[in-house]
């Protein structure tokens, strides 16, 4: 089995890689992985093993047509996690978001299909649903994304339909809500304020702080991401949920007592412009046709996470280029 990863250098991708590389999936412990990422600043080339014999490291671009021809031709499967991630960024410039996000996914979509590449997985996020005030999306509910992010992976994931529907593309589409672990870039809500709040810096809380998300350990999703790859139905979306709800002013008194910090450190700043107020999953079609259940509970897996950033301040304070360089 030859899998190619794109965006294998970020959060959640390389915590899929190095699960592959550790033999955590059975009947994968021999794959090769073949990583496709840009590193950006939210790349990090030390996120995988500087060296292993099942990886192998390519600096590249989901938009280069060329470079994805090269590199196909061989590969049974493409996960596809690549993505310009930060909403906040998308408000700022979202020009970036639909090149890689729309584009590259289409280029790389075509590139599948012209190599003849049998099984694509495409990561996309509960956030192309909306905001929902009560009750839980199905995979059925309409499109409604608000952000320039959300509206890029939603595009993102009608391409994926008609590359499905047009030309019989064995691709599945996987939703999840908010991931959280280890590896995390520190620009996104967990890992900075464990990082600020470690400093003994405030925290900027946006709004009153009532936005609702459900949170999922990054280890539930990429077991997720693995079921539908091995069992996943061609041309099907997947919703992949953590089950466990909270509002941000609860996540962040977590993490207040997790890190030793006091309330004074939460700072309330302007609200995100067109902030979603909640976001959350019905998952029972992947938990019933392909037997998902997530599996770490979130104060736990919260408390792992504040232990990994107190015991690896190297790994958030270099600087991405220093990082990339260091490579
Ligand atoms: P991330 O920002 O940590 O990592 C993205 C990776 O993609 C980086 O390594 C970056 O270098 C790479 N990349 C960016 N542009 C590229 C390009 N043009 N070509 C090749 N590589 C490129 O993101 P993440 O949090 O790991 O998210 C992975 C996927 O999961 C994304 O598709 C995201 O939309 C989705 N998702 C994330 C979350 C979450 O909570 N983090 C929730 C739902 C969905």
Same mark, same amino acid.
């Given at each position: 089995?030859?899998?190619?990863?794109?965006?294998?250098?970020?959060?959640?991708?390389?915590?899929?890689?190095?699960?592959?590389?550790?033999?955590?999936?059975?009947?994968?412990?021999?794959?090769?992985?073949?990583?496709?990422?840009?590193?950006?600043?939210?790349?990090?080339?030390?996120?995988?093993?500087?060296?292993?014999?099942?990886?192998?490291?390519?600096? +590249?671009?989901?938009?280069?047509?060329?470079?994805?021809?090269?590199?196909?031709?061989?590969?049974?499967?493409?996960?596809?996690?690549?993505?310009?991630?930060?909403?906040?960024?998308?408000?700022?410039?979202?020009?970036?978001?639909?090149?890689?996000?729309?584009?590259?996914?289409?280029?790389?979509?075509?590139?599948?299909?012209?190599?003849?590449?049998?099984?694509?997985?495409?990561?996309?996020?509960?956030?192309?649903?909306?905001?929902?005030?009560?009750?839980?999306?199905?995979?059925?509910?309409?499109?409604?994304?608000?952000?320039?992010?959300?509206?890029?992976?939603?595009?993102?994931?009608?391409?994926?339909?008609?590359?499905?529907?047009?030309?019989?593309?064995?691709?599945?589409?996987?939703?999840?809500?908010?991931?959280? +672990?280890?590896?995390?870039?520190?620009?996104?809500?967990?890992?900075?304020?464990?990082?600020?709040?470690?400093?003994?810096?405030?925290?900027?809380?946006?709004?009153?702080?009532?936005?609702?998300?459900?949170?999922?350990?990054?280890?539930?999703?990429?077991?997720?991401?693995?079921?539908?790859?091995?069992?996943?139905?061609?041309?099907?979306?997947?919703?992949?949920?953590?089950?466990?709800?909270?509002?941000?002013?609860?996540?962040?008194?977590?993490?207040?007592?997790?890190? +030793?910090?006091?309330?004074?450190?939460?700072?309330?700043?302007?609200?995100?412009?067109?902030?979603?107020?909640?976001?959350?999953?019905?998952?029972?079609?992947?938990?019933?046709?392909?037997?998902?259940?997530?599996?770490?509970?979130?104060?736990?897996?919260?408390?792992?996470?504040?232990?990994?950033?107190?015991?690896?301040?190297?790994?958030?304070?270099?600087?991405?280029?220093?990082?990339?360089?260091?490579?």
């Amino acid at each position: 089995m030859r899998l190619l990863v794109t965006g294998g250098a970020g959060f959640i991708g390389s915590a899929y890689v190095r699960t592959v590389l550790a033999g955590g999936y059975a009947g994968y412990e021999d794959a090769s992985v073949t990583v496709l990422d840009k590193l950006t600043y939210a790349g990090n080339r030390a996120n995988l093993p500087e060296r292993h014999e099942q990886l192998d490291f390519v600096e +590249g671009d989901v938009c280069d047509t060329d470079l994805l021809r090269q590199l196909l031709p061989g590969h049974d499967a493409v996960v596809h996690f690549a993505a310009e991630s930060h909403v906040d960024r998308s408000i700022a410039d979202p020009s970036a978001f639909v090149r890689t996000n729309v584009v590259g996914t289409q280029t790389l979509l075509e590139a599948c299909l012209r190599t003849g590449v049998e099984r694509v997985v495409h990561i996309s996020t509960d956030e192309v649903y909306g905001s929902i005030a009560s009750g839980a999306w199905t995979e059925e509910w309409p499109l409604a994304p608000n952000s320039p992010y959300a509206a890029s992976k939603a595009s993102s994931d009608l391409l994926v339909r008609a590359y499905a529907r047009t030309h019989g593309l064995d691709v599945s589409v996987t939703r999840c809500s908010n991931n959280y +672990g280890t590896h995390q870039h520190p620009e996104k809500l967990i890992p900075l304020f464990v990082t600020r709040l470690l400093r003994g810096e405030t925290v900027p809380l946006y709004g009153d702080g009532s936005n609702v998300r459900e949170w999922l350990h990054v280890s539930d999703h990429c077991a997720a991401v693995q079921l539908v790859l091995t069992r996943g139905r061609a041309g099907e979306v997947y919703n992949v949920g953590g089950g466990t709800e909270h509002t941000n002013r609860q996540v962040t008194d977590l993490l207040l007592r997790l890190c +030793g910090a006091s309330p004074g450190q939460v700072r309330y700043v302007t609200d995100r412009k067109g902030h979603d107020l909640r976001y959350a999953l019905d998952d029972s079609k992947i938990r019933d046709e392909l037997g998902y259940a997530p599996r770490v509970p979130f104060e736990e897996g919260l408390a792992d996470v504040v232990d990994w950033y107190r015991a690896n301040p190297d790994w958030w304070q270099a600087p991405s280029a220093v990082r990339k360089a260091a490579a």
